[in-house]
């Protein structure tokens, strides 16, 4: 029985979307999809490594992407799509109850982290929020797990992870935790 279970966001405790934000954004809003997916690979990627401010630099591209309202508002309509999928988080209760240490550990920028965390309660939900702008590493690095493990002072042998994203879950097996994929709701068990 493990100590602590670590669990992914988008696609695990985040009900998975059948296509990213920015492509629905681009084409909702006829946005440049070039530029809106190029804006996510780069300039996203360093604020969710804490680097960027994410108000700031949406300011200076908002325009360009034919959004005419407020960058808040621009993140209170990303924000608005997300959805917490309770039969997981039905699961992260059931392990609670049982003694075990349930952590979120994502790759998240500051504002999109406070979301998650205040609006959507998953502060409370589990025992602690781990989010890549807060450690300055992303998950597709080991360092990022070897961050949790020392913060949780536990064994890399003593930890499971569950993410959707295979470079993630190698970078956690890279130092040791059991790290699976998570492709549905019946890949939960222990």
Do not use: H
């Not at 309770?86 to 790759?107: S, W």
């Amino acid at each position: 029985m493990p100590k602590v279970i670590l669990w992914d966001a988008d696609g695990v405790t985040l009900e998975r979307q059948k296509e990213y934000f920015s492509q629905r954004f681009a084409r909702g809003y006829r946005a440049p999809l070039e530029d809106v997916t190029n804006f996510f690979k780069a300039n996203y990627r360093r604020c969710q490594a804490g680097e960027l401010d994410l108000k700031q630099e949406l300011a200076a591209v908002l325009p360009t992407w034919g959004w005419q309202a407020s960058v808040d508002e621009f993140l209170a309509y990303w924000f608005s799509t997300d959805m917490p999928d309770q039969a997981v988080l039905a699961k992260v209760a059931e392990f609670r109850a049982q003694g075990i240490a349930c952590y979120l550990a994502t790759d998240q920028e500051k504002y999109r982290a406070a979301n998650i965390r205040e609006t959507l309660d998953f502060g409370k939900l589990f025992d602690r929020c781990f989010f890549s702008y807060e450690l300055g590493v992303s998950k597709e690095e080991p360092e990022f797990f070897t961050k949790i493990l020392a913060e949780l002072k536990v064994q890399p042998n003593e930890v499971v992870f569950w993410d959707d994203d295979m470079k993630n879950v190698e970078a956690a097996k890279a130092v040791g935790i059991d790290a699976r994929f998570y492709a549905s709701i019946e890949d939960i068990r222990i």
